[in-house]
């Protein structure tokens, strides 16, 4: 079983629309990044948590520690949101990501 | 310019050839990896190392050799590449904490 599941695997919403995506991971953790890849391929951070809450321009994130669950929202999509959006964590004892399998959202205009 | 660097962006090679893909990174971290991305799959961990003198393996380095020249450069080699090694391949930099995560912009690689 994967550290970090994400959902949902793929998501299509309608331009305007209200996202979440979800991340679950089961290990005590140091930091979560969410992380954003676009069709040409490149990966960029979005945010990293380790608590709380962080909000960049229309993007959300949340991190629950106890619960061990991280949510990125993204109000008013837009088709450029279109991409990859990869969950990733890092562990309290380790020295590298384990990363979630990815969502793929598609926002049609 | 951007903060890592990977060369080759593509590349297709013949089965049993000798490849090297080659990242530098100019955000003056110590922490680089190198990584693997297949559709489904995520990414998975190939190498990394903490500085030049600490290499260490990932999950899936059968098939894989790395070196790290420089606190700005790591390399990854392919000995004799085989067709499931065909994947997008990502370098990429961390602070000490590993708060801060830089990717390049992946080298695709085909084996026939």
């Known amino acids: 079983k994967n550290e970090v599941e994400q959902s949902p695997q793929n998501l299509t919403a309608q331009e305007g629309e209200f996202i979440t995506i979800n991340c679950s991971y089961s290990?005590?953790?140091?930091?979560l990044h969410w992380l954003q890849q676009h069709p040409g391929g490149g990966i960029v951070s979005l945010f990293m948590?380790?608590?709380g809450k962080k909000k960049h321009g229309r993007l959300i994130a949340t991190i629950n520690i106890q619960e061990k669950h991280s949510s990125l929202h993204i109000t008013a999509s837009h088709p450029r949101d279109s991409a990859v959006y990869i969950c990733a964590v890092l562990p309290g004892s380790a020295r590298q990501l384990t990363f979630g399998s990815g969502t793929q959202l598609t926002v049609l205009p | 310019d951007a903060d890592v660097t990977q060369t080759p962006r593509n590349r297709i090679t013949k089965t049993g050839k000798r490849i090297m893909l080659e990242c530098s990174q100019t955000k003056g971290h110590d922490r680089m990896y190198w990584y693997r991305q297949d559709p489904g799959l995520g990414l998975r961990l190939i190498y990394y190392s903490f500085d030049v003198k600490d290499i260490n393996k990932g999950e899936i380095s059968d098939g894989y050799s790395v070196s790290r020249q420089a606190q700005a450069k790591f390399s990854l080699s392919l000995e004799s590449a085989i067709p499931n090694q065909t994947a997008l391949y990502f370098c990429?930099?961390?602070?000490?904490?590993?708060?801060?995560?830089?990717f390049g912009p992946g080298t695709r690689l085909t084996v026939t």
């Open positions: 990429a930099t961390s602070d000490l904490l590993g708060l801060e995560q830089y």
């Open positions: 290990v005590g953790i140091s930091a």
């Open positions: 948590l380790s608590s």
